[in-house]
C-alpha cells in the first residue's frame, strides 16, 4: 500500500511519518519512509533549487521542477517498493502540488490533474492523512525549528488558502483521506492516525 502524509509546513508531517513508520515496522510490516521533493538524487538537487531562500521560480516552474522531482522519484523509489509488496510512507505527493501550487498560487486543480495524469497515470495512495493545523500555530513551530525554507516563510494569507485546498481535497475524497487534528501532543496525533490506518491495512506478509 501508499500512504502519504500532508499538511501545510509545520503541522508534524516528518514527525508522524517517523512515528508510524516505526510502529509498522514493530508490527512486522515492510516499511519504505520517503519524502517529496526528493527521495532520489535527482530529486534531492531539485529540493535544494526548489527550497533555497532567495530562489524565486516563477509559480508555473515551480509546479513544473516539483513534478519533475515526483516522476523520478516514483520510478526509481515508489513503484519498486510496491512490486516488493512494501508499504510505502511519503512525506506529500500530488496533494501537495495541488494545494500549494494549484490553489496556493492559483495555478488550478486542473493543470495538477493533467500533469499527474500524464507523468504518474495511476499512481496514487491509497490512504492519505492530512494533518490540520491552524497556520497561525504552524508558522510558529516552523520559526521554532529554526531556518525556514523558502516557502515556509510564504505569509499567512497563502498558508491559509493551502489549508483550505487540502480541505477540498478531503472533503472531495473522504475514502482516502484521514484529516486528523495537528494541535494536540505527537504522541496523541500518532495515536489517532495509528487507530485510523492499522483496521485499513491488511496483515504483514512472512519475510521471505
Not at 118 to 146: E, F, K, M, Q, S
Request: hydrophobic share 45%; charged share 25%.
Amino acid at each position: 500500500m501508499f500512504l502519504t502524509f500532508e499538511g501545510i509546513d509545520g503541522a508534524g508531517k516528518s514527525t508522524q511519518l517517523a512515528l508510524l513508520a516505526e510502529n509498522l515496522r514493530a508490527a512486522g510490516y515492510r516499511v519504505t519512509r520517503t519524502r517529496e521533493p526528493g527521495g532520489t538524487a535527482l530529486g534531492e538537487r531539485l529540493r535544494g533549487l526548489l527550497l533555497a531562500p532567495g530562489a524565486a521560480p516563477a509559480p508555473q516552474a515551480e509546479l513544473a521542477m516539483m513534478f519533475a522531482a515526483r516522476a523520478q522519484h516514483a520510478a526509481e523509489v515508489i513503484r519498486p517498493a510496491l512490486a516488493r509488496g512494501e508499504l510505502v510512507l511519503c512525506d506529500r505527493f500530488t496533494d501537495a502540488s495541488e494545494a500549494y501550487q494549484g490553489v496556493g498560487r492559483g495555478l488550478g486543480p486542473e493543470a495538477v490533474a493533467a500533469l499527474h495524469r500524464v507523468l504518474l497515470g495511476d499512481l496514487w495512495p491509497d490512504i492519505t492523512v492530512i494533518l490540520d493545523l491552524d497556520p497561525a500555530a504552524a508558522r510558529v513551530r516552523a520559526r521554532g525549528r529554526g531556518g525556514a525554507d523558502r516557502i515556509e516563510a510564504e505569509g499567512a494569507e497563502f498558508l491559509a488558502r493551502v489549508r483550505q485546498g487540502y480541505l477540498r481535497i478531503a472533503a472531495r475524497e473522504p475514502e482516502r483521506c484521514i484529516v486528523i487534528p495537528a494541535e494536540p501532543s505527537a504522541e496523541a496525533v500518532h495515536a489517532a492516525i495509528a487507530a485510523a490506518i492499522r483496521p485499513r491495512l491488511s496483515p504483514p506478509r512472512p519475510l521471505s
